[in-house]
């Protein structure tokens, strides 16, 4: 095989060991091409190509999430990654830790850990490289590694649910949701909703916001029943889409331009958790933008009544 086509057959699983380590498809991406950079001209000879390329991948991703922390730090109301509809990389050993890591919750946890300690665990926890490999891509000893890894094992799992839904009953319930979101049944999703359910976006201040969130079932209740009618006036479409591994949605407007993802954060038979990203920055992969400025006029406008 000729370099090229050992990186192409490499490529998912360096965008996804990417991906998790910066929560952004767009620097994923530019990490992947980069490390192919430095690959094509390259004098190394390696013995494993995978790890190689891992490692590679790995290290210029930890210097791109030290620069993005602080960029982070600024930003505007909350942040949540960038929307991925689907993971390139399949491993059917690993189904299980590649689809957890994937979550919008996940990788808010991650992003609790350091560099390091993130890089360390998404290698090591997710993708199952050995502590020689994981040495040699961080730059720290395997005794160290071992160290990172039990640290950020210990963060991650202080902050997941004690009890996690299965895949099949987040997806029922998800279809339920959404059924009754776009019928108007407000009275049915109330039943789907947890008593203190957050309503929470990311607009990256580029977008409308909901202040810092909608908090409890019948504050959320009360904005979908101001919002569901007018999005349906309008031509809205809901679009029922698996977004970063878990149920979620899609919101387009009439034209077909992505307004907005939502996720959905099901435990106990509950929707605990509502995600939005709204920033259009986030959304540029996904295909053309809407002007959510303007869908706001457009809805506020459909409010008035007709003279």
């Known amino acids: ?54 490692a590679v991948v790995t290290r210029i991703s ?8 602080v960029r982070r730090e600024e930003y ?32 808010l946890l991650l992003e609790r850990l350091s560099p390091l300690e993130r890089a360390v665990f998404v290698l090591r926890e997710v993708f199952g490289f050995g502590f020689g490999e994981i040495a040699s891509a961080v730059g720290r000893s395997e005794a160290a590694c071992r160290q990172l890894a039990t640290r950020a094992r210990r963060h991650m799992d202080a902050g997941r649910p004690r009890f996690e839904a299965g895949r099949k009953e987040r997806e029922e319930l998800a279809g339920r949701f959404f059924d009754a979101f776009r019928e108007g049944d407000f009275d049915g999703l109330r039943e789907l909703l947890a008593a203190d359910v957050h309503l929470v976006s990311d607009s990256g201040g580029k977008a409308p916001q909901w202040g810092t969130g909608i908090f409890g079932a019948e504050n959320v209740i009360r904005v979908f029943a101001t919002l569901a009618p007018l999005f349906a006036r309008i031509g809205g479409v809901v679009e029922p ?20 993802t939502w996720t959905l ?39 008035r009544p007709a003279d």
């Open 62 to 69: 930890i210097d791109v999430l030290r620069s993005a922390r």
């Open 265 to 303: 954060d099901v435990l106990d038979g509950r929707v605990q958790a509502i995600r939005a990203v709204l920033n259009p920055d986030k959304l540029e992969h996904m295909g053309p933008v809407a002007d959510a400025w303007a869908i706001l006029r457009e809805t506020t406008q459909a409010r």
């Open 76 to 107: 505007v109301g909350p942040w949540f990654p960038e929307p991925l509809l689907a993971d390139p990389y399949q491993d059917p050993e690993r189904s299980a830790e590649l689809a957890d890591s994937l979550s919008t919750a996940a990788l």
């Open 1 to 54: 095989m000729t370099r090229a086509e050992e990186f192409e057959e490499l490529r998912p699983l360096l965008f996804s060991i990417a991906y998790r380590i910066l929560g952004s498809v767009s620097e994923a991406e530019d990490a992947v091409q980069e490390t192919w950079v430095r690959y094509q001209t390259s004098q190394t000879e390696p013995a494993s190509v995978k790890s190689f390329l891992a």
């Open 241 to 260: 889409h698996q977004v970063n591994g878990q149920p979620g949605a899609i919101f387009r407007d009439r034209d077909g331009k992505v307004i907005n």
